[in-house]
């Protein structure tokens, strides 16, 4: 039973996974851009809540309301004005600069915050739980969380496959010649696409900061685990990515039960085994392509 | 409508247009032939804009839209039916469509229509597009540039790799396009067809315009000489023009 509490703990933690994986997938499926930057900006977003908490105070909820929209905007701009300089410049332009933005922001974070950690105190909501018996609970933030990550990934789902927006979106990432060629916006389309993803990744950097503690350089773990979750799902498929992040969270959770230091290690095994065995991904080619 | 004034344009060292002009007006169907390698292609992007010419200009409906992007130009009611059709192929053949209506140009053209003048692919809007048979991916291709509503439509080599039968359906088609009043602009290497189609001929050699005229007006003989070069004195040899 003690087991089945560590695959119920690492299904919770892969919808985090998931939600925070999206946005990468979305990146590059739309614009071949491989964002290695993603997880410090992910940080980046859980320090500007740690910013507002600390001046305004209340509930680290409410820092959604400032900090998803500030993204939406930032994401945009980061594209038009950033980013997209590097689209026509072969494939290495936007890894060197996505590397560099990484660097950037991990030490402008350390000069500003210095190497404590932070943390975002929901009080008693944190370790609040249900036990569904004497091994198994279920935290209430963790569900919270993996409910609202399988819902942000429906959306995302229903948003690419249903809207106009979407389309255009879908259609760049299939062959961005013929889009122009359609007359889509494609500068417009690329800084839709990014808005989104820092709009996830904000929200999953915040859910981050709530469940553990951070610093300014957790952000390279952070994506490396949404690599992972990426890769172990398939490319280009949403619900791929929330299996892969379930599939990389509950490998995480048996590995702690085995032994507390190793369930990075177990999750990075089990994904090794997947790019041998199965280098397309669990669920490769279903469903509508991001 | 359409007006291009002394362009050249290079890949690299290889000069692939050179000074050349041609105009085209308003309801016009013009077919460019030429050999491989004589700047047909290269043509169309100038004109669609994805390529950008090292001289000269292009005008449309008065503008010079010479360094105007391929969207912009989209908007202002130039499409392009590319070579090799570019599909989104894991798209449905409906949201090709629709897609084809990203510049939001008001006209007569919409999904029904579309599917009227292709009857085949209405059966498989629901399909992924890669696959469909070529000749219905090219009515795919052609429709996604009609979504647009353009009034200069561009067509590159859409008879390449079909099948006799269904180059004649297509062209059907296209002769129902051109009387409803788009002015065409057609690369094509099937001879009989764009003879039929065009009420103007252009031959291109070597980056320049080596024969101009009505269908009517040009021979086999003259074409064959004007397309393989052989008897070219190195100036423009005209023929009628309107």
Redesign the interface.
Known sequence: MIWANAVVQGILLGGLYALFACGLSLMFGVMRIVNLAHGDLGVLAAYFAVVLVNNFGGNPLWSFATVIPVALIFGYFLQRWLLDHTVNSGEFSPILVTFGLSIVIENLLQVRFGANSQYLNLGNFTYASWHINRFVYVGKLSLVIFAVAVVILAGLQLFLARTRQGRLLRATADNPRAAALCGVNAKHTRAVATSIAMATVATGGLFFAMTTSFVPPSGSSYLIFAFESVIIGGLGNLWGTLIGGIVLGVSQGLGNQFNPADGILFGNIVFLMILAFRPQGLLAGAGAPT | MLKIEGVTAHYGQLIALDEMSLELGAGQTLAVVGANGAGKSTLLSLI?G?KRPTRGRVFFEEQDITNE???QR??RGI??V?EGR??????TVE??L???A??KRKGEWDLNAVYELFPLIRDKRSRQAESLSGGEQQAVAIG??L??NPSLLLLDEVSLGLAPVIIQDLYVRLHRIAAEGTTLLLVEQNISEAFSLASQIVCLLEGRVILRGAPSDIDMGTLRDAYFGSGYSGSQQKGETK
């Open positions: 669609s994805e992007r391929t969207s989209v908007r499409s392009l590319p570019q599909l989104f192929g894991s798209l949201d090709n629709l897609t084809g990203a510049a996604r540039a979504m647009a």
